[in-house]
């Protein structure tokens, strides 16, 4: 009697059967809720990874809500009709929030792990049966920093006029969700005024990524190969988790100046503590940082990986 492969897979079993395996513990629910405004915005739910995930999957940052609430409140400048990018996404609470606040199109990056994606997408389904219109214009491709660029790019490959222009009228009718303190809005002197390149992303997000000191320059040539030179803005929020490395966190920025990027401080907000367990001021712990950077797509100063490295190790 022949056996199939099903056959011997359920044989085997029956030999040498598993041992009971622990489930998989539950993901994790949180909500985002837009600040108040005149247009009624249904807050954001988003699962996180259920166990501990070394790429911090399981983990909702302050800064990623911080991130958000300055979406809000720049939308014209920052949000509406601009291709934004995620990197590091987690969760994608501050895309998502791109793109309910009218972004044309909003692509959401991580590390290239199954679990991680599958999360993701699934947190882009769940808002979309609530956010009418985000289908289709926030998508989910991964990403390792440093590495191939074309598989984020593709996204947002130019379509026939019309059909651009059809998709960027009917987003979340950005229109009708006004920035509600303008006040609040930078008033940065850096602010671009020249027309968007539909190829490239206007607006880049990064919400605590800098503490993975090693990975600087890759983030930063990923920035440099997405953003758009003439009116992109890279927005870079994060806490010194670990204020003894305070130092180290701090060296993305200068790195980034060298390499001809403009850095402005426009964030600085007391959220409490994200790690308890952890020491150090607790005056820096608990706070979040948020600045723009911008460049005009020239390398000032290349940097070779052994001497990155070498940098990070000061």
């Not at 490239?200 to 993975?212: E, G, M, R, Y």
């Not at 992109?232 to 130092?247: C, I, N």
Request: hydrophobic fraction near 35%; include cysteine.
């Amino acid at each position: 009697m022949s056996v199939t492969s099903d056959d011997e897979d359920n044989l085997m079993g029956d030999m040498f059967p598993e041992p009971p395996r622990p489930a998989t513990p539950p993901p994790t629910i949180k909500t985002y809720t837009f600040p108040s405004s005149t247009a009624q915005l249904a807050p954001l739910t988003v699962s996180l990874i259920g166990s501990h995930h070394s790429l911090w999957g399981h983990i909702l940052f302050e800064s990623s809500l911080v991130m958000s609430n300055h979406l809000f409140h720049n939308q014209s400048r920052l949000v509406s009709g601009k291709n934004v990018v995620e990197f590091g996404a987690g969760a994608g609470v501050p895309g998502l929030a791109a793109g309910v606040l009218g972004a044309r199109k909003v692509v959401l990056t991580d590390y290239p792990s199954v679990e991680l994606l599958k999360n993701l997408e699934e947190n882009v389904r769940e808002n979309s049966a609530v956010h009418k219109g985000l289908d289709g214009r926030v998508v989910v491709e991964g990403h390792v920093w440093g590495r191939d660029c074309a598989p984020v790019l593709k996204h947002l490959q130019v379509e026939e006029k019309s059909e651009s222009d059809t998709a960027t009228s009917t987003t979340t009718s950005s229109s009708t969700i006004p920035d509600p303190d303008l006040s609040r809005a930078s008033s940065s002197s850096l602010a671009p005024n020249t027309l968007p390149d539909p190829s490239k992303f206007q607006t880049l997000l990064l919400s605590d990524l800098i503490f993975n000191h090693s990975q600087h320059l890759a983030l930063l040539r990923s920035l440099e190969r997405l953003i758009d030179p003439a009116c992109g803005t890279a927005l870079v929020f994060h806490s010194h988790h670990l204020p003894q490395h305070r130092a180290r966190d701090l060296k993305f920025f200068e790195l980034a100046e060298k390499r001809g990027w403009t850095v402005e401080k426009v964030v600085e907000e007391v959220r409490g503590v994200q790690f308890v367990d952890d020491g150090g001021d607790v005056g820096l712990r608990e706070r979040v940082w948020g600045r723009e950077m911008r460049w005009d797509g020239v390398v000032r100063e290349e940097e070779s990986d052994s001497e990155s490295e070498a940098a990070d190790k000061k």
